[in-house]
């Protein structure tokens, strides 16, 4: 056939309790590459509507997942590295478009970013030895600290780094048993609306994550001031935003993680781990205590 065929191109969606719908006001915005500023795609341009619809998927999913065990969370972050080195090429040429890098350099970003899921897939069943354990206490008590979950939490993605630095703040959220609601990079969303593709074939239950493209100050407002929001992670947010998102957080004290500048090359530690976890403490008498020793 010598006819030439047209492309097919990809509509790009959000990714909201496990399916794809459009925004609901019906808006896109342009993508364009990085260098060129040749145009990639029309993206999804989502309303307040839309971050309300995520934050309701996310609580309804939060029983089930934070209720499941660390090691099957862990089992199904691996399965999301797994599935993600599937469709390397595909999120190689996205990265290289979305941050101007070459296909060399974009490769090496899309490495670190599956290696960045089994990190984290490592990291489940662990940290609650890590930041728990039994405290020495004055009295017949049995006296344990265990970390939980914090609820939902609303995750504005880095801006400049968009598929290394977004799995970056993601997966330590859900890691450890929360649900979240993420806002792509106003400037570079692609790669992050590929992820829900990923998120969607890789066991993870509809409404774990939910992905929104758009603008970040428009969307991260009403999920600052979201009652049924538990936490927010800043980190896409500039100085001026911060501020006032922190402000609309305190409303109902929400858990604030403040931005700044961070290499999301290197190694991640636990911080983010940690940064959404409760603790609870129990007490439990031992029972009498006699010469002999206790008795249980």
């Known amino acids: 056939m010598s006819e030439s065929r047209l492309s097919v191109f990809k509509t790009y969606k959000l990714y909201v309790g496990g399916k794809f719908p459009r925004s609901e006001s019906g808006r896109v915005y342009e993508v364009t590459d990085s260098k060129s ?3 990639l795609a029309n993206a999804p341009l989502s309303s307040r509507k839309d971050a309300r619809d995520a934050v309701v998927a996310a609580r309804k999913a939060f029983g089930g997942w934070s209720g499941a065990t660390a ?7 691996y399965r999301v590295a797994e599935m993600l080195e599937g469709r390397r090429e595909q999120f190689v040429r996205e990265v290289a478009a979305a941050e101007g890098l070459s296909k060399s350099k974009a490769a090496a970003v899309v490495d670190a970013t599956v290696d960045r899921w089994v990190w ?5 069943d662990k940290i609650a030895q890590v930041v728990g354990g039994a405290n020495p206490v004055a009295g017949p008590y ?3 600290s ?3 979950p914090t609820g939902v939490v609303a995750v504005l993605a880095p801006q400049e780094s968009s598929f290394l630095g977004l799995v970056s703040v993601l997966a330590p959220v859900i890691a450890t048993g929360n649900t979240a609601v993420v806002v792509a990079s106003e400037r570079a969303p692609l790669p992050a609306l590929s992820l829900g593709e990923v998120l969607a074939t890789s066991d993870v239950p509809g409404g774990v994550v939910n992905v929104l493209s758009g603008r970040t100050a428009e969307l991260a407002a009403p999920l600052a001031a979201h009652q049924d ?3 927010i992670d800043l980190a896409g947010a500039d100085a001026a935003l911060a501020k006032e998102l922190e402000v609309a957080a305190a ?3 929400k858990r604030v993680l403040r931005p700044g500048p961070v290499d999301f090359a290197a190694d991640p530690g636990t911080g983010r ?4 976890l409760e603790t609870k403490t129990v007490w439990h008498p031992t029972g009498a205590l006699g010469a002999a020793g206790s008795s249980y």
């Open 229 to 231: 929001v538990n936490a």
């Open 142 to 144: 049995f006296n344990l």
């Open 273 to 276: 781990l940690t940064a959404f």
């Open 120 to 124: 984290y897939a490592g990291w489940t």
């Open 146 to 148: 265990t970390p939980e």
């Open 251 to 253: 409303d109902n004290m």
């Open 37 to 39: 500023g040749a145009w």
């Open 71 to 77: 090691y099957n969370r862990g089992q199904v972050l």
